[in-house]
């Protein structure tokens, strides 16, 4: 709906005839269902910003975190951090994107500070407010519900998008145009899970070919993880879950080895493939006794990589004299991706058959977001995608 055509009870004292109806899955309680609801968006944009019409949104891990409150966002809230769509409107200060542009929105960064300025915008030192505070960085918000006559703020801005809703208000910062040969429902999720598991391997580690690779965890991040390795030609590529399922697919996806670790000795067997230990591990599971595991698997020179986020507070123990041997443990943040960049390379890699990422996609109907987030806590499926508009 055009900002001109919105109604007039919608002109209330905070957005006033810039007010749209948009259709949102709302947040309202620790762990409580999402409920789709009318809300009312402030579609008079800022000058950086852009109003995106959603066709799709992937649901993500990040996403049941902040539902049942691992992650402190304000409640009610608007989630949603993979979205894909169309640009309806642009602030006057956008120049990347135009109204009619097929755009994937990914994290947003400040674009000022020093990370931002040399090219690390996944480290925003603004990064937790802008992507959790449930707000613009100034506090203000785009989002409010107007029932019966009650005005109530809605938390949104999250990621900058707030996509599990009919439009989303991003800024130019987090918006990557793309072409229109591929179905919008498929390119959503390379705006978090995909691009951190494929850019930890060829972004932040830089993996060359030959070298050795374990990934622990293979839902969507490893096994984006696994068919970057693949496609970086590194070998052998191992990766590690407690999933039959799971694990043969990584196989399909490229992995040369497969370990249970509820039926083998994971460390063991990495010892047993690689021979002197594995030059790369990548650890996604969060839990910490697997990053001691991924340092205890380096062959000397190698790097662990946590990319998993695990509960505030947590630590791991590490095996300090390990490290002497030149071993390497880092964070990684969104595989240290500069969206506008990595994203068309990823689409290039897929037209080419390298990132066969469309394997991991389940699409399901806006209406049956609660069970998209039943089936991804359950492990049915792997990367949900629902179809929100068209």
Known sequence: MAAAEASSSHEHRDFGPTATTVRAAVVREKSAPFVLEDLVLDTQLRPDEILVKVVAAGVCQTDIHVRDQALPVPLPAVLGHEGAGIVERIGDAVTTVAPGDRVVMSYQACGHCKPCRTGNPAYCAYSFPLNFGGSRLDGTNALRSVTE??????????????????????????????????????????????QTGAGAVLNSLKVPAGASVVVIGTGTVGLAAVMAAKAAGASPIIAVDIVPERLDLARELGATHTINGKDEDTAARIAEITGSGADYVLEITARPEMLTLAVDSLAPLGTAALIGGAAAGAHAPVNMNALLGGRTVRGIAQGDSIPQLFIPQLIDLHKAGQFPFDRLITTYGFDDINQAITDTRTGAVIKPVLRIGE
């Open 149 to 194: 006559g009650e005005d109530e703020e809605i938390h949104g801005h999250f990621f900058g998008q707030s996509s599990f809703a009919t439009h989303a208000l991003a800024t130019e910062r987090n918006v990557v145009k793309v072409s229109d040969d591929v179905p919008l429902e498929l390119l959503a999720p390379l705006g978090c899970g995909l």
